[in-house]
């Protein structure tokens, strides 16, 4: 499995981006995707999350509200859609993905990870 995330940039407080994960090979075997950011000395962080299949979402909180997670499994494409950005929203954002594969006598998971894509809300 391979993630490419694309639809970083600069923007202005208030303002909106649409960020894209797009998954290459086995996809059949993803599970839960997610959004992740890191900004300059601080940790890495979830954002966002949405399962297969329902669709279920989950949100970090200072997120809640601003940010829309979607997934469009046709196209093996997951969407970040970030509007009211603030300053403190800047960061590298990365996507992952999660692939289920059965071995028999039980299910291994592993972690597909992006190459992470720039995005700085300026004030």
């Known amino acids: 499995v391979q993630v490419v995330e694309s639809g970083g940039g600069l923007v202005q407080a208030g303002g909106s981006l649409r960020l894209s994960c797009a998954a290459a090979?086995?996809?059949?075997?993803?599970?839960?995707m997610g959004w992740y950011r890191q900004a300059p000395g601080k940790q890495r962080e979830l954002v966002a999350t949405?399962?297969?299949?329902?669709?279920?979402?989950n949100y970090l909180d200072s997120v809640k509200g601003r940010f829309t997670i979607s997934r469009d499994n046709a196209k093996d494409t997951m969407y970040l859609q970030m509007n009211s950005l603030k300053p403190e929203d800047t960061a590298v954002y990365y996507c992952?993905?999660?692939?289920?594969?059965?071995?028999?006598?039980?299910?291994?998971?592993?972690?597909?990870w992006g190459q992470g894509t720039q995005v700085t809300v300026s004030s």
């Open positions: 992952k993905a999660e692939s289920a594969r059965w071995y028999g006598d039980a299910w291994k998971v592993y972690d597909y």
């Open positions: 090979g086995d996809t059949f075997t993803i599970s839960t």
């Open positions: 949405i399962t297969s299949g329902e669709g279920s979402t």
